[in-house]
Nanobody, 123 residues
Framework: QVQLVESGGGEVQAGGSLRLTCAAS??????QAWFRQAPGKEREFVSA????????HYADSVRGRFAIARDMAKNTVTLQMSSLKPEDTAVYYC??????????????????WGQGTQVTVSL
């Protein structure tokens, strides 16, 4: 059974840090990414990493504050989030492409999704 399971969400004060983990099972994937969705807003791209781990991409809103990494042996992808702001509050979703090693910022490019984990940043 193919699964993506996120963990590590929670509530933190502005300026704090959180680390999200996406554990994949059932198969290996191509590019993996993190998206987020705030209440009343569309799901938006946060960051992605290629299958080989040698290429990454970030949304302008998180560049320099977030870092994505991939552990091939554990089949996990992490998102280290620092200097968090209230506007980072959202449900964060892990996503994966079936085969492609190309990074995409579009939700339609991703074949598999996790159930999401809530991140809340308070003042």
């Amino acid at each position: 059974q193919v699964q993506l399971v996120e963990s590590g969400g929670g509530e933190v004060q502005a300026g704090g840090s959180l680390r999200l983990t996406c554990a994949a099972s059932g198969r290996t994937f191509g590019t993996q990414a993190w998206f987020r969705q705030a209440p009343g807003k569309e799901r938006e791209f946060v960051s992605a990493i290629s299958a080989s781990g040698d290429s990454t991409h970030y949304a302008d809103s998180v560049r320099g504050r977030f870092a994505i990494a991939r552990d091939m042996a554990k089949n996990t992808v992490t998102l280290q989030m620092s200097s968090l702001k209230p506007e980072d509050t959202a449900v964060y979703y892990c996503a994966a492409r079936e085969v492609s090693n190309t990074i995409s910022v579009y939700t339609s490019a991703y074949n598999y999704w996790g159930q999401g984990t809530q991140v809340t940043v308070s003042l």
